[in-house]
DNA sequence: AAAACTTGTAGTCATGTTGACTATAAGAAT
DNA sequence: ATTCTTATAGTCAACATGACTACAAGTTTT
């Protein structure tokens, strides 16, 4: 078996197994995934998805957990597994099976820092990604083809909201994560009907227009729907 | 890391990878799901998912397919990948992370041919089986669920019934799939409307009452619904 | 041969959902 | 005061849905 340095647990790891994660954010109604910068290694100074390896005595989902905190800062999030991606070139030089996650986040909730091996961490827009290397590329739009595919039918794309949001911001948000464009009026009707938001007693602050209301949602329908699925048609 | 005999590849596979199977198949309106009983091994002469280590130089895709066909003989299927399991002590011993898939297939095209260390190789009732090895109740189950929300959105139960089969076939199959009871008249509408269809000229015969049309796909349009997704819902 | 039985297939109808759209409200900026 | 922007309410025709009824086309029973 090929053998190389890595200076993560080296006597520790699984050798042939890797984890790689793609957190998905939202910013100024767009949809970002967080980069990491390389400090050393095959790819040094390349933007990459965050990754690393799994130690040997070590679960997958809290491996994962483990190296986004390390790499990014980033520490509480939804975080769901997506799969293993294996194609016997996927990686150069010895043969690497890397297991990818996929994470929803708020980025104005953290503050990045990078760290391990990573030397800078940055949100980039989903659609100016190019260029990642490995398979990494391959795992981003499996990624985002997931992501695309969850939000029909689960609540998961509240992930990414902060705590109060508008009707908008939502519809937004489908928006970015969709590539679509939605009718306003219909929007909230459709939302509405499900019972999954309560209006808090608020309205946005500092805007130059009308002021929307802002909405939580009834964690006890968010949690029904969620284990029951449910359909989001547009 | 811990070693211990496995007569495959001794020297070739991947330690700690291995990959189970989920076969589902469609007889006489039950879902079944195809176990493997071990010849050897930990779990000698008990009932498994079907499944083994990867070879060093192997894609995992290629993989499975070849750990089915030497377990099961059955060649032919549709397989996709579910995720991979990780738990710590899900295999005793030693650290064993399993890659699961599912594989959808026609349980009437094949002679079942127990291979390499498959002593025996059946078709079960999936509500009958209890009490698998491992995490394989897990990955059952998890297999399940995945299947149950697929055929929502895509036409894959298709690859579990004959080229030519009824639409009480197809809605027995929505049937066991789903845990469901459905209406005739209204499941014939909602799957007709689809243009998926297409009546051969001929009918069933060897029943003991008005005989029903037989259908076929219109590989075009399934195709094409297979990549754009569709709702199935009921 | 008629009646009873089984499954297939067509159609009805009230209700609900959808998409496209109009209208008005509530502010801020000019 | 007017204009601009976004919020929010409501209308309407088209379509989909679920619950049924009715009838057709065969087999089996009597």
New binding site residues.
């Given amino acids: 078996m090929a053998t190389e340095n890595h200076n993560i647990f080296t006597s520790e790891i699984i050798d042939a197994l890797s984890i790689d994660c793609t957190i998905f954010g939202f910013q100024e109604s767009r949809l970002k995934v967080l980069l990491v910068k390389h400090a050393e290694g095959i790819i040094k100074n390349q933007w990459a998805l965050p990754g690393g390896w799994v130690a040997y005595n070590e679960d997958i989902h809290v491996a994962a957990y483990r190296l986004l905190k390390d790499l990014t800062g980033v520490k509480e999030l939804y975080l769901e597994q997506l799969k293993a991606f294996g194609e016997v070139d996927r990686y150069p030089k010895k043969r690497v099976i890397t297991i990818a996650y996929y994470a929803l986040t708020r980025p104005e909730n953290y503050q990045l820092i990078p760290g391990f091996t990573a030397s800078d961490a940055r949100w980039f827009n989903i659609e100016d990604i190019a260029n990642l290397p490995y398979d990494h590329g391959q795992i981003l739009d499996f990624s985002w083809r997931r992501l695309k595919r969850k939000v029909k039918y689960a609540p998961i794309g509240f992930n990414l909201l902060p705590e109060k949001f508008?009707?908008?911001?939502l519809q937004e948000l489908y928006e970015a994560i969709l590539e679509i464009r939605l009718?306003?009026?219909?929007f909230?009707?459709?939302i509405?009907?499900m019972n999954l938001l309560v209006p808090c007693d608020e309205?946005?602050i500092g805007?130059?227009?009308?002021?929307?209301?802002l909405y939580h949602f009834d964690m006890q329908v968010y949690d029904k729907l969620t284990e029951d699925g449910f359909?989001f048609?547009?």
Avoid at 166 to 169: A, V
Avoid at 183 to 186: E, G, L, M, Q, S
């Fill in positions: 508008t009707l908008l911001q009718d306003k009026p219909n909230r009707r459709k509405m009907k309205k946005q805007v130059s227009h009308r002021a929307a209301n359909i048609e547009f």
